[in-house]
T-cell receptor, first 113, second 112 residues
């Protein structure tokens, strides 16, 4: 079975622009979580979705939004990009939102200039 | 909000030596994870610890959990170069929508 996939792998944006990151969970997994990992730090939780509903939200501004589609894939949108949004964005999938096994994708490296 | 502290943050050790990484957390939790991350790569799950006294071992790594002390340890036995990576512990914050709270990571370098 394919693991968690994310696209794109890398991208470079300019301050003020908007970005959309995509994630496809493992087949059979219905929950997707998004994390931001700034260089040299641990991941920070952004959102969790399960069955297309938001189940958790971290301490991020409203510029960050996400959604989950009927096929359980997910998008993370970030508006009005700031330099501080430069990070590795990780997606993780699990069977349900309470599952203790969580599998991470390869990440999207976002650079904001 | 639950806080997670790891120490040390940086660890340089020789091959063949033993060492322990510590993970403390500030409030009660029912689940603790250890992950490994290689430079520029994603996170690889190593262990999930669910109960007090839980001990899990895989190869040269052994993780344990003491929920009363709110402490987990990751013990490295007879280190080899392939273990060089950053190790994170992460704890479920049951009082905050079960968010996963991460430590800063321990950057481990195993030298010949």
């Amino acid at each position: 079975d394919a693991g968690v996939t994310q696209s794109p792998t890398h991208l470079i944006k300019t301050r003020g622009q908007h970005v959309t990151l995509r994630c496809s969970p493992i087949s059979g997994h219905k929950s997707v979580s998004w994390y931001q990992q700034v260089l040299g730090q641990g991941p920070q939780f952004i959102f969790q979705y399960y069955e297309k509903e938001e189940r958790g939200r971290g301490n991020f501004p409203d510029r960050f939004s996400a959604r989950q589609f009927p096929n359980y894939s997910s998008e993370l949108n970030v508006n009005a990009l700031l330099l501080g949004d430069s990070a590795l964005y990780l997606c993780a999938s699990s069977r349900t939102y309470l599952s203790y096994e969580q599998y991470f994708g390869p990440g999207t490296r976002l650079t904001v200039t | 909000e639950l806080k997670v502290e790891q120490n040390p943050l940086f660890l340089s050790m020789q091959e063949g030596k033993n060492y322990t990484i510590y993970c403390n957390y500030s409030t009660t939790s029912d689940r603790l994870y250890w992950y490994r991350q290689d430079p520029g790569k994603s996170l690889e799950s190593l262990f999930v610890l669910l109960s007090n006294g839980a001990v899990k071992q895989e190869g040269r790594l052994m993780a344990s959990l003491d929920t009363k002390a709110r402490l987990s340890t990751l013990h490295i036995t007879a280190a080899v170069h392939d273990l060089s990576a950053t190790y994170f512990c992460a704890v479920v914050d049951a009082g905050n929508n079960r968010k996963l709270i991460w430590g800063l990571g321990t950057s481990l370098a195993v030298n010949p």
